[in-house]
């Protein structure tokens, strides 16, 4: 029913789960940052990938789900200060440009892959804390599960905010989402507005961010494919980015545990303590 394949293709080794049942698939890249780069359920595609940032080790990879950490977003001038340190950090941390290691494989009543990342010298020149981070991709009937651990291994508790930045395939800039979510703040003109006046980013260069959402779940149709996709996500993710790009057939429907720039606020910083491990999920359903 379920099986797991090895693919080398032109650049990577990707990662090929599978389900006869459902005919319903997962691929991941560990080397690329770990990214999931397709999710197709009853034999249809449900992510956008652009192939050219994809093998192009320089640029951020524009499809798929990338991994966002040790934090989501934006620093101010690419840079937060800890402890009377300043350090550099690219937008939405690191993990997704760095390798993964592959460290279990599973086809017992479903398809899963598990991966991990630890601390290096390079890691620590952005972000001075000593960390494992492993992940579980689980593809089981017509569900994504990402199970994640955060470890942390540091003498001192750790601060993080990560985060999904899944891309769904569809052209459409206005989707209508189910979310109890009643305001979020346009970025593009910094205005709290209504949720349910409408979420349209047609022509918008920023984001969306849901503000005051209680039940973690946000659910929306790929009107090119009929099929109403739902995320399930744990406590720790406290808004729901929405974003996208004008000509581009995507839409990115983002959980993120904290705000952009979060670093250098440190008013939602969520905080490992020493030798403890935060486990979470997001769960990406198909029907």
Known sequence: MYEITKEKDEQYTIYHLKSSETGSWLKVAPERGGIITAFGVQGVETLFL???TFYDEEANVRGGIPILFPISGQLRDGEYEWEGTVYKMKNHGFARNLPWEVIDTN??????ITIRLTSNEETKSAYPFEFEVIYTYILKGNQLQILQEYVNKSETEMPIYAGFHPYFRT?????????DAKTYRDDNDYEIKNVGDGLDLTDKKESFVLLDSEKKEIAFTLPEIDKKVTLEYGEEFKYVYLWTE??????????????TDEMNRKDELYFIGKG???KTFLNVSVQ
């Open 171 to 179: 052209a459409n800039k206005k989707l209508d989402y189910e979310t």
């Open 246 to 259: 004008r000509d581009q057939d995507f839409m990115c429907v983002e959980p993120w545990m904290a705000q």
């Open 276 to 278: 403890e491990t935060l």
């Open 107 to 112: 086809t017992d009543g479903q398809a899963s």
């Open 50 to 52: 652009n192939k050219k």
